[in-house]
């Protein structure tokens, strides 16, 4: 089985904070999902969100991977990184005109559209080049993804895709708009979901609306099905690569896909998490009362996910085999929330220890900020440092 490596003598070189790929992990990782999703013919589109990091993005155009971008930014990385316009596809609820222009002149593969205003603004951009713009429809399937309530995206209470009742409003408008052509219809029901269960329910949801689409007269090419697919945070060693092809199965049993249709899926977490590595450095052990604090010079700028999601990440101490004792692991950030993990079991730690925070790979780098004017993290990757 892959497990992430250190190069810590490289590390002890090297400005900390700082992010971490091993390649390797990620290689693995990337052919496991092809093996799969060849099996069943699926396509796979990385979601861009997820990790941008160049030498990351390489690797993942390298195993012949699409995009899903959210932003004119990520169409403009996925193109950079050698990501042909034929496999990118492009979501999100509020394009601005200058992105939707930026996906026409590339030709991408296809909008994923979640409004009326927004169908109507891309035919009249199209039109204004002579072209027809693919679109897929997307649909605010209302399953729920039984995940943190601020990643998920498929309840009618959220801001994301075409409700159900409004789709016959959105489909009878197509013969009218001559610039823009519906070949999909697309899906994302949140992030971080490991009960399969929740991907049944989508499937189930999918072929009802095959069956209105039918009835409606619309030949769809294609279904995508967005991504979501959790990883293991509490066990990064145990678990580097998440269970596929047990993932993939439940869209092969469960959705009635017609013979002319491809599958297509956007997922990032899954493919990027468990390779990155935020690396950072003991500043002080400070003693308070009967608490341990380990303060680190990482904090919720080059790491959001615990203080914005109370997301579990697991901490490791790389320059210590001592044995462990409990601190609450926090940041220099002048914020309270600047906390990574209470009250945890650590190696034994002192000033100048190097500090592993695991299955950051995913909505880590992508997320920094420069909040109290602190410098966005540098990234390293295994090809680089071993
Ligand atoms: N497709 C669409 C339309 C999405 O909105 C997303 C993620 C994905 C695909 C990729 O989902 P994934 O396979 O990565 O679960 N910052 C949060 C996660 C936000 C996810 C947003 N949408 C976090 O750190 O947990």
């Known amino acids: 089985m892959i497990k992430a490596k250190y190069p810590v003598a490289k590390f002890s070189e090297i400005q900390t904070p ?15 999902i092809n093996a799969q999703a060849n099996k069943n013919k699926f396509h796979v589109h990385y979601a861009m969100k997820a990790n941008a990091n160049p030498g990351v993005l390489e690797v993942i155009k390298n195993a012949g991977f699409g995009a899903d971008c959210v932003s004119g930014g990520e169409v403009e990385a996925a193109l950079k990184a050698g990501v042909p316009a034929t ?39 199209a039109a204004a080049k002579g072209k027809v713009a ?21 309840l009618s209470e959220n801001k994301f895709g075409i409700n159900m009742e409004d789709l016959d409003l959105v489909v009878d408008l197509f013969p009218s708009l001559k610039h823009v052509k519906l070949i999909g219809i697309h899906f994302h029901i949140g992030s971080q979901i490991t009960d399969m269960t929740s991907f049944q329910g989508l499937c189930v949801r999918i072929n009802e609306l095959q069956q209105y689409f039918l009835l409606k ?13 959790g990883i293991n945070y509490e066990h990064p060693n145990h678990f580097p690569i998440p269970d596929f092809e ?10 009635e896909l017609k013979e002319h249709q491809t599958l297509h899926f956007e997922l990032g977490r899954a493919v990027v998490a468990q390779c ?18 380990a303060i680190l010079d990482a904090g919720f700028t080059e790491l959001i996910r615990p203080a914005l999601y109370q997301a579990y990440h697991r901490i490791e101490n790389l320059s210590s085999e001592l044995p462990t004792e409990k601190y609450d692991v926090v940041g220099p950030i002048c914020e309270s929330s600047d906390t990574f993990a209470k009250g945890f079991e650590l ?37 680089e440092l071993i």
Request: net charge neutral; aromatic share 12%; hydrophobic share 40%.
């Open 18 to 32: 700082f992010y971490y790929y091993d390649l390797e992990v990620l290689r693995e990782t990337l052919s496991e």
């Open 246 to 255: 047990a993932y993939f199965n439940v869209f092969r049993d469960h959705l």
């Open 87 to 125: 496999k990118v596809v492009f979501a999100g609820v509020g394009k601005a005109d200058w992105e939707i222009n930026l996906g026409l002149e590339n030709d991408i593969f296809c909008f994923n559209v979640e409004s009326v205003p927004e169908l109507e603004v891309i035919n009249e951009l």
């Open 276 to 293: 990155g590595s935020l690396i950072s450095r003991v500043l002080y052990v400070k003693q308070s009362g009967s608490k341990k604090f």
């Open 347 to 383: 190696n034994q730690t002192k000033r100048g220890d190097i500090i592993a925070l695991r299955s950051a790979g995913a909505y880590g780098e992508i997320m920094a900020s420069q909040y109290n004017l602190r410098k966005l993290p540098k990234a390293y990757n295994s090809d």
């Open 134 to 154: 693919n679109v897929a429809l997307r649909i605010n399937p209302n399953v729920s993804a039984h995940t943190h309530h601020y990643i998920t995206t498929g």
């Open 217 to 229: 007269n619309v030949r769809l090419e294609h279904i995508n099905v967005g991504g979501g697919l």
